[in-house]
């Protein structure tokens, strides 16, 4: 396996063909909007850089790098690649979408991956006719940084394609971890419960966002605070991880807290917007 294709080019999509590339594969960055893909590679263009400056690559190796990397705009350029990584907006509808033209688009031995957060693979895998080759490769934000992929087993992959995703993630200089198909995975599955519940205590008024961050830091040791994390990650996509496991596991500990669902609804998403918890 040497070529990839990853669909979509935001910010987890570009980290991901970023890091393929910087391995030594041929990737090919698939994005409906040209105007993303072209913003794309000028992002992993400034990451090489700063990766270059700290000595994490070759001074010389940028250029080899970016020159792995071609853009299209269809999901037919996919077809020469041994490995899919979707990596779009977190849509069921767009990703069931996207999965079977891949599976109309794509050999029979290629392996259909998908960054979901939270989505079902099995889901996702009963919109294909391959389900033993669809699987879960869930990579952490920023992708050149975290050493974390979860590899998710859908019910019907197969213990080869587990083992190739492994072994590519491996291969990644990444620290793969198999997870079973279940709402939230774990990232999320115990993540977002505590960002929902450091949203409680903000909107019950136990303290403010800054105190509640610092205890977190301080008090746990965590490089950062929970509500800044989610200010990090899009206070839409929290609310989207949180109504999956809600909706999938039925326990209402997973409940969206009603202030985090207020404050996606005033547009105020965190770090992308440039107010959520914090203003940027």
Known sequence: MSRVAVIGAGTMGNGIAHVFAQHGWDVTLIDVHPDVLDKSLATISTNLERQA???AIPSDAAQGILARISTATELEAARAASLVVEAA???PALKFQIFETLHETCPPDT???SNTSSISITDIAARTGRPDRVVGMHFMNPVPVMQLVEVIRGHATSDETTRIVVET???LGKTPVEVNDYPGFIANRILMPMINEAVYCVMEG???AEAIDTVMKLGMNHPMGPLALADF???DVCLAILEVMHRGLGDPKYRPCPLLRRMVA?????????KGFYSY
């Open 266 to 274: 005033a547009g105020h998403l965190g770090r992308k917007t440039g």
């Open 169 to 171: 993630a491996q291969a």
């Open 206 to 208: 136990v303290a403010a």
């Open 111 to 113: 392996i259909l991956a």
């Open 53 to 55: 400056k700290k000595g």
């Open 233 to 235: 990650i899009g206070l």
């Open 89 to 91: 907006t977190e849509s």
